[in-house]
């Protein structure tokens, strides 16, 4: 209880009345806003898709549609309670910007009515990641939400540092960025 208490001083008041599936999608909003802004200037032609920065790199034309697909994680959590990563899911690979977004934007609609639906109930319920078969954790879905939001800014910080590496802008996420004309 004493964590709760000491995380209601920082909200306000309407937020103190969200349950949890509230708070998470302002959350999850915000970062959908940025990560489209992102992925809008990702090139999916030639010269880009199979670009890596180093041999263990993920390919951009990859990574750009693991950023695109991960909201939609969001669901599998909560609409079952485990996934076998290696047997339930099979990667898109988007071919053109066009598609990536609508990838995401599809992605994004899907992880945000999973969670707008979800109970506190339902957010408490333990779930499993597993890999081939094998656990790779268990946790309330909550924390797994959290988790898969985190991982998604994660890989689109990569993402950025491919796009800077090729020359392509890089909008602001949290403020202007360097190509805004931020001197920081």
Do not use: C
């Amino acid at each position: 209880m004493t964590a709760k208490v000491s995380y209601l001083r920082f909200m306000t008041a309407s937020q103190a009345r969200m349950n949890t599936s509230q708070i998470v999608t302002i959350d999850f909003d915000d970062e959908m806003v940025q990560t489209r802004k992102l992925l809008e200037r990702v090139p999916l032609d030639e010269a880009h898709r199979d670009y890596k920065p180093h041999a263990k790199s993920m390919a951009l034309g990859r990574l750009a549609s693991h950023v695109a697909e991960l909201p939609s994680w969001l669901k599998f959590a909560l609409e079952a309670e485990e996934l076998n990563v290696a047997a339930d899911f099979k990667p898109t690979i988007a071919s053109s910007t066009s598609e990536l977004l609508e990838i995401f934007d599809k992605s994004a609609a899907e992880g945000r009515a999973a969670v707008a639906a979800a109970t506190d109930e339902d957010m408490m319920k333990t779930w499993t990641f597993k890999y081939k078969g094998e656990p790779v954790f268990s946790n309330v879905r909550t924390k797994v939400i959290r988790s898969f939001i985190n991982h998604l800014v994660h890989h689109r910080a990569q993402l950025g540092i491919y796009l800077r590496m090729n020359e392509i802008p890089i909008p602001g996420m949290y403020g202007p960025s360097a190509d805004d004309g931020w001197v920081g």
